[in-house]
């Protein structure tokens, strides 16, 4: 089916008043997968990277905020 079919098809069905909306619903469900991956997690390597990059002073930063956010252990509370 051509796009200009599906158009066709999915104003008659009454789903959509024009073309513009299909558009832009087209472009909301895009931006929701672009989105989606750009919240995906890293892969292994990419994040091994980003801390070997990382200096001494910001590597005992990012265990500090990990230990805060964490849960108590038994005896810290």
Do not use: W
């Not at 558009?23 to 890293?42: F, I, N, Q, S, Y």
């Not at 590597?59 to 005896?75: C, F, I, V």
Request: glycine share 6%; net charge negative.
């Amino acid at each position: 089916m051509s796009q200009n079919e599906l158009i066709k098809d999915l104003l008659a069905v009454g789903r959509f008043k024009n073309k513009s909306e299909i558009v832009r619903h087209g472009l909301e469900l895009v931006k929701k997968e672009v989105d989606a991956e750009r919240l995906a997690p890293l892969s292994s390597s990419a994040l091994a990277a980003c801390y070997a990059a990382m200096s001494a002073e910001d590597l005992d930063s990012d265990s500090a905020l990990g230990r805060a956010s964490a849960y108590p252990t038994k005896g810290e509370l």
